[in-house]
């Protein structure tokens, strides 16, 4: 069994174009921090960038170079594809899909989804929020999910719609017969989190992460938490952003 780690990125953004690369954090950009982030924490595991044939992603591969990961450019729009294809070219049975537009990724809990996935032999592994959706449905913006590559193909046989081309894994949630999924509890401090957003998609997010990251870049999520639960203003202006934007 390989496990892969793959981030999706691109720059066509349209809520916050280039978004990847704009000075976010010591002259870096979330893509560059993200990248080092996960080679510090997972040095001997397969870090793949996946991002588009557009022109205007050749900067996002320049990035993966200069860190020495690899990358995999595949269609804008049919991200499942890009996915399927990501892994195959890479050798990856289960894959850790990552959301570049995560500054705030909570890293431990990566670990623990790689285990269970393997572990299980599962197609797909999350955690869940208090409603019991995977948290990849949230504003929370901490926390990835794993599926195998057997899994993606599965949906790619199942379904040609746009959206589930789109929104990689919906299509394997929403059909819980045709797969073996796994959903975990979150920790206890992630409680009353539904107004709490750490998931960067306009100018206003951008800001408002910057602040944070600046005061919160070495401290756990739990840290992160607790100061947002206890900041009146700060979830006033993320629950703005989240009735924006609901997903």
Do not use: W
Not at 16 to 23: E, I, S
Not at 70 to 95: D, H, M, P, W
Not at 214 to 234: A, G, H, P, V
């Amino acid at each position: 069994m390989k496990t892969g780690l793959i981030i999706q990125a691109r720059k066509g953004s349209t809520r916050l174009p280039n978004k990847m690369v704009l000075p976010f954090f010591n002259g870096k950009g979330v893509l560059e921090l993200l990248i080092e982030k996960l080679l510090q924490q997972f040095p001997k595991e397969q870090i793949v960038l996946a991002t588009t044939t557009n022109a205007h992603d050749d900067e996002l591969e320049a990035i993966s170079k200069k860190k020495q990961i690899n990358c995999y450019r595949g269609s804008e729009t049919n991200v499942l594809q890009r996915f399927v294809k990501a892994a195959e070219a890479f050798g990856t049975e289960y894959i850790i899909r990552i959301c570049a537009d995560n500054p705030f990724l909570d890293i431990p809990h990566i670990h623990d989804l790689i285990s269970e996935i393997e572990k299980g032999d599962f197609d797909y592994v999350s955690y869940k929020t208090e409603n019991g959706l995977p948290t990849i449905k949230s504003h929370l913006g901490l926390f990835t999910e794993a599926v195998s590559l057997a899994a993606l193909k599965k949906v790619a046989q199942y379904t040609n719609e746009v959206f589930y081309q789109e929104h990689v894994t919906n299509f394997i949630y929403e059909n819980p017969i045709h797969f073996k999924i796994k959903l975990l509890e979150l920790p206890e401090y992630m409680d009353d989190t539904e107004t709490i957003r750490l998931t960067l998609d306009t100018k206003e997010d951008f800001k408002l992460y910057q602040e944070l990251f600046f005061s919160f870049q070495n401290k756990n999520t739990k840290n992160i938490m607790d100061f947002i639960k206890r900041d009146k203003n700060l979830k006033e202006r993320m629950t703005r952003e989240i009735n924006r934007h609901t997903k």
